[in-house]
C-alpha cells in the first residue's frame, strides 16, 4: 500500500486526485498508476485502469491472474468492473469512497456472485494515510 500512496503522490504533484495503484504478483510490481483523468483528458485514466493496462501489456494477455491490486481509494464502479474483467483475485485498498465506492460502501461489484467472477475485497489498510492524501488536496483546491 506504500507503493500505492507514492503513486497517488505523483497523482496530486499533477494537480490529479491523488489516488494511486499498484498490482504486485509475488514480490514483483506488475503494474502501476497514479490518476491521470485531467492530464490525458482520458475520463478512463484512474489509477486501477492504468495498472491493469500495464500489467496487461506485461503478461501479453487480458487476464491478470495471481495477483493484488493496492489501490488508495475504494474502486469506482467502472473500475471495480474492470476488475472482475482481467479476473484479478484480490483487491487491498485504503479508505472507503462514500460517493463511488463500487466494492463495499455504495456497491458490491466485487464480491456479487451474480457476474462471472468474484475477488477477495480487504478494506481499511493504511485508512488514515489514504484519506490523509486526499483531504489535503481538495483543502489545496479550495485554498
Not at 466494492?103 to 489514504?130: M, P, Q, W
Amino acid at each position: 500500500m506504500r507503493l500505492a500512496l507514492g503513486e497517488a503522490r505523483k497523482a496530486s504533484a499533477l494537480d490529479e486526485v491523488p489516488v494511486g495503484a499498484v498490482l504486485v504478483r509475488g514480490d514483483a510490481v506488475i503494474g502501476r498508476g497514479h490518476n491521470r483523468r485531467e492530464l490525458d483528458q482520458d475520463p478512463t485514466a484512474h489509477a486501477e485502469i492504468l495498472a491493469l493496462r500495464e500489467a496487461a501489456r506485461g503478461d501479453a494477455s487480458w487476464r491478470v491472474l495471481d495477483a493484488t491490486l493496492y489501490v488508495t481509494l475504494e474502486p469506482c464502479p467502472m473500475c471495480a468492473g474492470a476488475l472482475v474483467n482481467a479476473r484479478v483475485p484480490r483487491v487491498v485498498y485504503g479508505c472507503d469512497d462514500p460517493k463511488a465506492g463500487a466494492l463495499r460502501t455504495l456497491y458490491s461489484i466485487g464480491t456479487d456472485g451474480k457476474l462471472n467472477h468474484s475477488f477477495e475485497v480487504v478494506a481499511g489498510v493504511l485508512t488514515d494515510e489514504c484519506a490523509a492524501e486526499l483531504r489535503a488536496f481538495f483543502a489545496r483546491l479550495r485554498a
